[in-house]
């Protein structure tokens, strides 16, 4: 797979009785189609568990929202101790440019969530911004913050 603009992790890896090639996620606790999206989202995982003190136990992975009439799946949530939705990150493919479509896609779940971070990360490129959800002015910060810290 791409080297990604992360630090390097150890996964545990597969080929399923198709032989295609799965990753095993540490969340959900089971293997997962290895696709370069989901490359993006378990290296980001990693990097929000082990470099951001993010707990594990209160991650979401592709959690189903419904927004309006549709269906969509939010690729991470991370929730406060008190079970309230925090950050939603969206995960895109190494070679998808992240642009206004995919701050419009984070948005759009937000509508729903009402986090107070969005970070939209393509593996080689990582945006986070901090949202005020009374004015809905975004402020980009240079780095993703420590759990303790959101």
Request: net charge positive; hydrophobic share 35%; aromatic share 12%.
């Amino acid at each position: 797979m791409t080297k990604l603009n992360l630090p390097d992790f150890d996964f545990k890896y597969r080929l399923n009785e198709k032989g295609k090639k799965e990753i095993f996620d540490d969340v959900r606790k089971k293997y997962i189609t290895l696709s370069p999206e989901e490359w993006v989202r378990q290296n980001f995982i990693h990097y929000l568990i082990q470099h951001r003190n993010f707990p594990a136990s209160l991650m979401a992975i592709e959690r189903s929202l419904k927004v309006n009439t549709l269906t969509k799946r939010t690729d991470i949530v991370q929730y406060d101790k008190n079970g309230r939705a925090i950050l939603i990150v969206e995960c895109k493919a190494p070679n998808v440019k992240i642009d206004q479509d995919t701050f419009a896609q984070a948005a759009m779940y937000n509508l729903k969530m009402q986090v107070n971070y969005l970070i939209m990360t393509n593996g080689m490129h990582h945006f986070c911004c901090k949202i005020n959800n009374t004015t809905h002015q975004l402020e980009y910060l240079k780095e993703v913050p420590y759990y303790n810290e959101l």
